[in-house]
């Protein structure tokens, strides 16, 4: 390192690094060479946003891959989370560390670690609320962090919270990617966690999925994880028949009869509504999800 401390070259590196690391091998060869780099960087300029922010966006498009996440997920998750409570006011900085969390999150060995940075991360979502990456991101890796055995009980009663404030009342609430991400959340969490149904449900669980269908109704994800998320809460038949008097079984029908043609759709609303025809729950006079 020529110039260690020249924040603007620290800086402008590690956003070229961010470019590179887009490909596979790029990552791998920033990983090989520029991994010492890196740290350098946040140790000489640990109080420098801007460094800190093409640093952490370099570390999230590396975490894309598979085959850099567990040296990212031993060696940076102290770092970030210290720059994440730093900078906790700084947009940039909140985004880009939940897309790491996010994609480290995909591998279920490292879930249980990433617990270090739950709840810097939900601070940074409380304060941003209208940051469309960052709250898709959050509600994403919350439900990816459920899936762990130890974590499932914090991710519904700090992490349901947060995903429904991200849904219903963040300024980006219309925003495809975070209702998909809000909805594959809510069906994580209900899958992994059965005690915790009454709690989503209670808590507004319903609400959010209903809003997501009406927000971008010939959304294929947003469909697709929808009905998954109906699937898990009509598990209940309470609940199953709280929401088909609510206009459930009609909006799955009309999904399937726009985005039926999609292998994915299809299979998750034909799943959700055999959950309300094992009820006899038809929805013929129910009132319609537009």
Not at 11 to 20: D, E, M, R, S
Not at 73 to 102: D, G, H, W
């Amino acid at each position: 390192m020529i110039f260690p401390s020249d924040p603007f070259i620290q800086q402008n590196g590690w956003a070229a690094a961010a470019h590179l690391a887009a490909s596979q091998m790029g990552a791998e060869t920033i990983l090989k060479e520029g991994w010492a780099l890196l740290k350098a960087t946040l140790l000489f300029h640990s109080r420098d946003a801007h460094v800190a922010i093409s640093a952490i966006q370099a570390t999230a498009q590396l975490s894309l891959h598979p085959s850099t996440r567990a040296l990212i997920s031993q060696e940076m998750l102290e770092p970030l989370k210290e720059l994440m409570v730093r900078f906790e006011t700084e947009p940039s900085v909140q985004e880009a560390s939940a897309r790491t969390i996010l994609n480290l999150a995909m591998e279920p060995a490292l879930r249980d670690r990433l617990m270090i940075l739950f709840e810097p991360l939900l601070r940074g979502m409380e304060r941003h609320l209208g940051l469309p990456g960052l709250q898709a991101a959050g509600c994403g890796a919350i439900g990816h962090l459920s899936l762990e055995q130890k974590n499932k009980k914090e991710a519904v009663l700090n992490g349901w919270p947060a995903i429904k404030r991200a849904m219903l009342k963040s300024g980006c609430r219309r925003d495809a990617t975070l209702l998909w991400r809000g909805c594959s959340a809510i069906a994580y969490i209900c899958w992994e966690h059965p005690p915790s149904l009454a709690t989503l449900f209670a808590g507004g669980a319903w609400e959010a999925v209903k809003h997501a269908l009406e927000s971008v109704p010939l959304n294929p994800q947003v469909t697709t994880w929808g009905s998954c998320a109906i699937y898990s809460l009509a598990s209940c038949p309470r609940m199953a028949t709280i929401m088909a008097k609510d206009g459930a079984v009609n909006a799955m029908r009309d999904r399937l009869r726009s985005l039926g043609e999609r292998p994915a759709v299809k299979k998750w609303i034909t799943h959700g509504l055999s959950r309300f025809e094992a009820l006899g729950l038809d929805g013929d006079d129910e009132a319609h999800v537009v």
